[in-house]
């Protein structure tokens, strides 16, 4: 990866929480809850998820760049989201935690000589080796992938309750319901 294509790796990848944010603005709050199948996750499970994810990433980022070659366990997502109560947690603190962390790590990669992008730990027994410049590019996808997750969650919930027509108010205004389009 050259240096141009490594910045903008970088700057899609401190994008993403303003991505997120504004997806879910889109959305109307009393279908976060949705599951659109038992298997798959609500889209209250999905900011949560992706809370735990950027904690973890914080952390993984450092080792990449301080200590490249210690073993860095990985988190089980499923089991995550069964055992750590999604539900009950603020989505609003989730999102902030994102955010916060995300722009914490974007300002430490914008800052770092370029040899340490290519700081190689030790294998992985789940992923195998892994550089910080690999780590940056499977990061940058993570929250772009879970917004085309929720989008999907929308569409399954509209399939379910379909928006209303638009109508005319007393006072000749219109009053129309969030679309597809919309996503």
């Known amino acids: 990866m050259t240096r141009d294509e490594r910045r903008q790796v970088l700057e899609s ?46 952390l993984r980022c450092r080792y990449l760049i301080a200590d490249p070659g210690i073993a860095i366990p990985e988190f089980d ?21 994102i955010r916060r962390l995300r722009r914490v790590t974007y300002n430490l990669l914008a800052k770092l000589p370029e040899s340490v992008w290519r700081h190689i730990p030790p294998e992985d027994s789940e992923r195998g080796a892994m550089s910080l410049e690999q780590w940056i590019e499977r990061q940058e996808q993570h929250i772009p992938h879970h917004i085309d997750q929720i ?5 399954s919930w509209l399939g379910t309750h379909p928006p209303r027509k638009a109508r005319t108010g007393r006072e000749g205004s219109r009053f129309i319901s969030l679309s597809a389009e919309v996503c």
Request: glycine share 4%; hydrophobic share 40%; charged share 20%.
């Open 13 to 58: 990848f401190g994008r993403a929480p303003m991505l997120l944010a504004g997806a879910l603005r889109q959305l109307p709050k009393r279908m976060w809850l949705y599951k659109p199948a038992p298997d798959r996750w609500s889209i209250h499970e999905i900011i949560v998820h992706l809370a735990d994810s950027e904690a973890s990433s914080y």
């Open 77 to 97: 997502p499923e089991k995550w989201a069964s055992t750590l109560g999604y539900f009950h947690q603020s989505t609003r603190e989730a999102l902030e935690i």
């Open 151 to 155: 989008k999907q969650n929308y569409q």
